[in-house]
């Protein structure tokens, strides 16, 4: 790149109007996401990095590379820094504890539970619910699990595998469940910690995208989490997204929705249990 490139140069430009419609559209139609106009300026907040990155100094120079033929890999790049990856250990807990108290006992022995966090983000749910499965073995049940984690952000993934989390995302945590399942460096100086191996080898994580026509995933979940996801998608693609998840959810199985998210006004063969999980009829 050129010697005279001034990463500063990249804070002196905005995003126009003209070049956010066009961002805006893509992403919407190729994954989804709406940004209203509201989020412009959150937009171009995201995409600085990009730009120093490749250093271009400018955003329709930026936006005119994203659609050229070499821009091609740039996508993946664009998507990862605009997807939202919000998550946390144990987030909204009462699902945690419907599988335990009301689904777990009910499990026969010698059972493999398949289940899917559909939006995995960066592996924290998915890591919850090894958790969650493992205690109710050690209390005595014998079934055997598995857990599939997608997400559209390849960085994301990354981070998940090497499932590597600060001390602070595992504070609320008990401290059972901390000494059991995390384990710490040796090196006092460092402040992270990472889930032990025998959850680990119990997750896999693959890319998705919700917009696909078709989910390159297994069928016969027993459990699929779609949880905070709905939110991001106008109420077409909503119902496409529940239609093919529905699709590899076996008959009998559960689905868990974020607790700002609602299935009202749809036609699924779905009978609710709680606010936000459904049973496939």
Known sequence: MSKLFDPHKVY??????????KLSQFIYTNFGIQIKDS???????????????????????????????????????????????KTDFFRESSHFDYISQNLLP?????????????????????????????????????????????DISTRILEKANLAIYPNKAIENIPLQLKKRYFLRSKNKMNENVRVAPELRKKARFQRLNFMDNAYNVPYDFDIIFCRNVLIYFDRKTQKAVVSKLLDRLKRGG??????????????????????TIFQKK
């Open 254 to 275: 559960l689905l868990f929705l974020g607790h700002s998210e609602s299935l009202s006004g749809y036609n699924f063969d779905l009978r609710q249990i709680q606010t």
């Open 106 to 150: 009910q499990i026969q022995d010698n059972r493999h539970l398949k289940i899917w966090s559909s939006g995995c983000s960066s592996g924290e749910e998915v890591y919850t619910l090894a958790i969650v499965m493992s205690e109710a073995n050690i209390l005595k049940q014998n079934f055997n699990f598995s857990i599939l984690g997608t």
């Open 12 to 21: 002196q430009k905005s995003l126009n109007k003209s070049d956010f419609d």
């Open 39 to 85: 989020k412009k300026i959150m937009l171009q907040s995201r995409l600085h990095k990009r730009l120093k990155a490749l250093q271009i100094d400018d955003f329709s120079k930026y936006v005119k590379f994203l659609f050229s033929p070499a821009g091609k890999s740039e996508i993946i790049h664009m998507i990862d820094v605009v997807s939202t990856n």
